[in-house]
């Protein structure tokens, strides 16, 4: 096995979004953007994707369009015990392992469409040395104390057992095949000890109880530091309820040295002597691999500080699973105040309940529930499933992925509201105009309709800024869609296919209802563009005409406007000169009940329901564009 000291060089390739990765700029708004930074060893399913990476990735993408400077970190948590028993089960090294799931990851995030500025991975030179920089400085300030525990140890396979490769009969119900951190069959939490007829996962062999040192976070003489930061933080209202919540049960309780090394070999070695056989503990390095992938963006060694330690410049806003906060709000800030320097602290936390699988829960192991691998294989565009996964984000309790409720959300929002009037926007034009609305002779007239539609949708805009800055993305991405029914409404009201069958007055009237209509089309396409992403806004775009050079998601194009009004529709369609348009394409595509059925048998995770269950027929042979990285 390889040592797994993380000295090996990466292989993979690591892409960034822009040709020029953003740095902070004095009195700029600077926001890093992080998610959590997902285990290499799973296939992400649907639930993970909204948990994190797709979470942050709308909000970045907002921050993009609106000018703010941005840059969005993630990567793959790589070390520790999960992963060395996974390549064990595998066959292949660690390094082999994590390799091959990294590169998984980054092509299903790819597929959907995530616009990381930067998709990194932990096990690297950058995260060793920044790691044990920061231990270092732990180290020195006397936040680190020595203690031995004891712990069940394989002689035959020479190391010692982590709680769960310890098996053996549970000491309250009597279940032969008990855990060592828990019992399958009562539930109970158990200490790896306590288990009658102990054998280990690994060989099979009877553990012995060994001694070892480990080092330890002194969290109780960091705790009034953390109180503070914590106020501090409460009053500035960035944190959500239940995170603040959470911590301030932790800070309640008291808190614990914590042991951030474990007798293994994969992961960050420590670098202290009489401790050079271990490693740091995974939770204690993976928040650091925050630090180390942004390092790693860059060929010059130290611009990731120019980020991360610039708290005066740079506000840190974090995405997770709930069941991530504490190790975002107290065991990391803590090893940061440790420290005693000036770090690039979280500044706004937003977390997310569970996503549930038709009443049950996504289990790889049996096969149920959509995993990012197998989601293109369904024909359904990744900006389907985005517009699915925000619209049920978990936000304030767990929420419940069907193959119904995808179905109407498909049919009767996406397809009956957005899809319905780009289509008919742009097919009038192609119609009625041969694809170029014609440059007219006089001012247009905007008349009181269309006064109205502007204040309706700039209402409606407002409010869609108001709940990003809450962070609020299903009632975001609700406003947007109001704004999609506000311009089916005004076609339908204004009803343009009339008008262009009268002479030239009433053509010239449907020539500015449909510059109205466009100008709704295209603010539609940028507000959705966060939810839905790039790929998405550019197929709108072009189908109206607008020429895309994405270079960069920050350009004038994409960003949001806060106001719908004439002025803006002159500027993008004004009637001083003729506008081509592209060809009309088909964004959505109706889901009928027999391939609902269909799909619902495939992911059930029964193996004769998927045996019998063909693939669904072709329904999106669409151009499913590649995302970015
Ligand atoms: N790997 C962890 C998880 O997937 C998150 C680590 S964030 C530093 O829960």
Redesign the pocket.
């Known amino acids: 096995m390889d040592a797994g000291n993380g000295q090996l060089p990466t292989t993979l390739e690591q892409v960034s979004i822009h040709a020029t990765l953003p740095t902070p700029i004095a009195g700029e708004r600077n926001v890093l953007v992080t998610s ?4 290499v060893n799973n296939v992400p399913h649907l639930g993970n994707l909204i948990g994190s990476v797709l979470s942050a990735d709308v909000y970045a993408r907002y921050l993009r369009q609106t000018g703010v400077n941005v840059l969005f970190i993630c990567g793959t ?1 790589e070390y520790g015990t999960a992963t060395e028993t996974k390549a064990a089960e595998e066959g292949v090294t660690p390094r082999q392992l994590c390799d091959k799931y990294h590169r998984l990851h980054r092509d299903i995030y790819r597929w959907f469409d995530l616009g990381f500025d930067h998709f990194g991975r932990t096990s690297t030179p950058r995260q060793t040395e920044i790691c044990q920089e920061i231990f270092w400085q732990v180290y020195h300030n006397g936040y680190c104390t020595e203690q031995t525990v004891a712990q069940l140890y394989d002689v035959e396979a020479g190391k010692f057992l982590a709680d769960r490769y310890v098996h053996g009969t549970c000491p309250r119900c009597g279940y032969e095949d008990a855990q060592g951190d828990q019992c399958d069959q009562c539930g109970n939490l158990l200490n790896p000890t306590e288990l009658v007829r102990p054998r280990s996962a690994l060989t099979g062999s009877v553990p012995e109880v060994r001694t070892s040192r480990h080092l330890f976070l002194e969290l109780p003489r960091l705790a009034d530091a953390l109180q503070r930061w914590v106020d501090a933080a409460a009053e500035r209202g960035g944190w959500s309820d239940n995170a603040l919540t959470m911590t301030r049960s932790w800070l309640r309780d008291g808190l614990k040295p914590r042991c951030i090394t474990r007798d293994l070999q994969w992961g960050v070695p420590v670098p202290l002597d009489g401790f050079t056989d271990k490693v740091f503990y995974v939770w204690f390095d ?2 650091i ?2 630090l180390s992938i942004t390092a790693a963006a860059w060929s010059d060694r130290d611009r990731w500080r120019a980020w991360w330690q610039h708290p005066e410049q740079v506000e840190l806003v974090q995405f ?2 709930k ?2 906060t504490p ?1 975002h709000t107290v065991i990391f800030p803590c090893t940061l105040l440790a420290t005693q320097r000036p770090w690039t602290m979280l500044q706004r936390i937003s977390t997310t309940e569970y996503l549930n699988y038709e009443g049950g829960k996504f289990s790889k192991r049996r096969g149920t529930g959509v995993f990012g691998d197998s989601a293109a294989d369904t024909g359904i565009p990744a900006y389907v499933w985005r517009y699915y996964l925000v619209a049920n984000r978990p936000e304030q309790s767990d929420s419940v992925f069907t193959w119904d409720d995808l179905a109407a959300k498909n049919n009767n929002e996406l397809l009956a509201n957005v899809g319905n009037l780009v289509n008919r926007t742009v097919s009038l034009v192609k119609s009625g105009f041969q694809g170029v609305l014609p440059a007219l002779t006089d001012a247009p007239g905007y008349q009181a309709r269309e006064r109205r539609l502007f204040a309706a949708v700039t209402d409606e805009l407002r409010e869609y800024h108001r709940c990003f800055g809450d962070i609020a993305l299903k009632a975001a991405l609700r406003c947007a869609m109001a704004i999609g029914k506000l311009g089916n409404q005004y076609l339908q009201e204004s009803k343009p296919w009339d008008l262009l069958k009268e002479p030239a007055s009433g053509r010239e009237r449907a020539r500015t209802v449909l510059a109205v209509a466009a100008g709704v089309v295209r603010l539609l396409a940028i507000c959705m563009e966060p939810f839905m992403g790039g790929a998405f806004a550019d197929r709108i775009l072009q189908q109206v005409g607008v020429v895309i050079e994405r270079v960069d998601d920050r350009s004038e194009v994409h960003r949001i406007p806060h106001q719908l009004d004439a002025a803006l529709v002159e500027r993008w369609f004004g009637g001083a000169r003729a506008h081509r348009f592209g060809e009309p394409s088909l964004l959505f595509r109706k889901m009928l009940p027999e391939q609902v059925a269909q799909w619902r048998a495939r992911f059930a995770g029964d193996a004769a329901a998927r045996a019998e269950s063909k693939p669904p027929a072709d329904v999106f042979p669409l151009d499913l564009r590649i995302g970015r990285i």
């Not at 959590?36 to 285990?39: Q, R, V």
């Open positions: 959590a930074l997902p285990y948590d993976a928040p691999g925050y997770m699973g069941d991530n190790f």
